[in-house]
């Protein structure tokens, strides 16, 4: 894995409230838009069960994983409710020219 | 201790099997759903549960008006009988989708509503959490779901008694003393992690204390009325919790990977829908745990034509189970198989399926 700034999808690749899963050096990651078109970037499995973050529900901030609905805030990856008790790594975005990169590494 | 087919206990011979056979945390069968139409049923609102906790509080306060009103006449038993079914039996579903914050759309709503109705159930609120997080990830995994209703061969005894929830509360007590003294079962040390354990004895003194406060009440007045109204509705009430809760799993397959195979979607009445919450869709709510309970309903019209029949009926769904659990009780390899529709994707039977007796 590189520390290194990694072109991943282009913005209008996701929804507005929503996340879509990215896949680089067989590293999965779960990149989110808010409702006010913000972008995040987290790792892309639940820290509970490692289960695909992509397939939850964004809600505001919040990703809630689809298995037992565990929460965790996408702008710092902290841990709020649910069986989850270890927070979610975070990653660096910015946007180029329409698309999302994000600091990987 | 006598032999028995399959080993149900979470930390015996079934759960290294399950290991074994990659049915723990496995990947379960998922019908495809465009992730438009997902993220429309995912949606939370907190005024579908708002209007009906409301209903049933006033539901609740009314029925125990009445029944202290005619305490003493004979006219206090049909309000006893809804309070205890609103407290002992609807409280199930509310702890249920409280619990898995989806019932309401404000976080602290969710939490107040599963404490309550964790307290009405008689459940301990930790333990459960984590017992239900571990049946939702091992659906009917024998050896690794703690939550099988109807082990094979079945437990009539046990069942019986929890008509009136008696085994079950006799077991919550035991575990309320334990967990007030500061210890967990070795099972429980299997799901309940470390950093939860001191919340665990909390609540069981904090339960504990309003068990005796209620003790005291009824001293002090002479009369049993105040554990009627606070305490035996989980008893006398509980019928329904049983009834309903019966149907989700019983008598169907175990360690498979498709909750198409190991639960049930039944048509329900209105009525029962209102006091069960709608976990009469409890295929939907296995396959898709995010959907909020009022938007179940239209999530099986999303997936039907990928699921078995739904049953009719609690009664056409009694049918089934009374006849299964008593054919089961002399011959514990028996279940029910569903039948998939024509061409939609099935997974296999995993190898754990494969009945295996206790040397
Ligand atoms: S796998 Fe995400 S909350 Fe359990």
């Known amino acids: 894995m590189t520390n290194e700034w990694t072109d991943a999808c282009a913005i209008d690749d996701i929804d507005e409230e929503d996340v879509i899963a990215f896949e680089h050096d067989g590293h999965e990651y779960a990149l989110y838009r808010t409702e006010d078109d913000r972008f995040f970037a987290t790792d892309g499995l639940c820290t509970h069960e490692q289960v695909s973050l992509a397939d939850g529900l964004v809600m505001g901030t919040i990703i809630e994983c689809p298995k037992h609905n565990g929460r965790f805030d996408i702008t710092t990856g902290q841990t709020k409710g649910g069986p989850v008790c270890e927070h979610l790594k975070t990653y660096e975005t910015q946007v180029r020219d329409g698309r999302l990169f994000i600091r990987t590494g | ?145 703690p939550e099988i209703a109807a082990p094979r061969p079945p437990d009539l005894r046990t069942m019986l008694l929890n008509i009136f929830a008696l085994a079950s509360s006799w077991k919550t007590l035991r575990s309320l003393l334990r967990h007030a003294a500061g210890r967990l079962s070795a099972e ?89 919450w709608n976990m009469n869709y409890h295929i939907e709510h296995h396959m898709f745990p995010m959907v909020p309970y009022h938007a179940l309903p239209k999530l099986h019209e999303a997936i039907r034509d990928d699921c078995p029949e739904p049953y009719p009926s609690t009664w056409a769904a009694y049918r089934e189970i009374i006849p299964t659990l008593l054919r089961q009780v002399r011959d514990p390899g028996y279940f029910i198989a569903r039948n998939l529709p024509h061409n939609v994707e099935a997974v296999p039977h995993n190898p754990g399926a494969v009945f295996k007796a206790a040397e």
Not at chain 2, 99 to 122: C, E, P
Not at chain 2, 225 to 234: E, K, N, R, T, Y
Request: hydrophobic share 50%; aromatic share 14%.
């Open chain 2, 188 to 276: 429980e040390a299997t799901f309940v992690p470390q950093n939860e354990q001191a919340r665990v004895f909390l609540i069981a003194r904090i339960y504990l204390v309003i068990l005796a406060a209620v003790a005291l009440a009824c001293a002090v007045t002479g009369s049993i009325l105040p554990a009627m109204l606070i305490g035996l509705p989980s008893l006398y009430g509980g019928f329904m919790a049983i009834f309903f809760g019966l149907t989700q799993h019983a008598g169907l397959a175990e360690d498979v990977l498709d909750h198409r195979l190991n639960s049930r979607t039944i048509y329900m009445n209105p009525i029962f829908r209102f006091l069960y």
């Open chain 2, 1 to 145: 201790m006598t032999p028995t087919p399959r080993d149900y206990s979470l930390v015996g011979r079934d759960s290294a099997l399950a290991e074994e056979n990659g049915l723990v945390a496995a990947k379960w069968y998922a019908v495809k759903i465009d992730r438009k139409d997902l993220k429309r049923l995912m949606r939370r609102s907190d005024s579908p549960a708002i209007r009906d906790t409301l209903i049933w509080l006033a539901l609740l306060v009314a029925s125990g008006a009445g029944a202290v009103y005619f305490w003493g006449s004979w006219l206090c038993v049909p309000f006893f009988l809804v309070y205890g079914v609103l407290y002992g039996s609807s409280s199930d579903s509310r702890w249920h989708e409280a619990g898995h914050g989806t019932a309401f759309k404000t976080r602290w709503m969710n939490v107040a509503l599963y404490h309550l109705a964790s307290f009405m159930i008689f459940r301990e609120p930790t333990i459960w959490m984590w017992s239900h997080t571990r049946h939702h990830t091992d659906t009917i995994i024998v050896g690794r779901d």
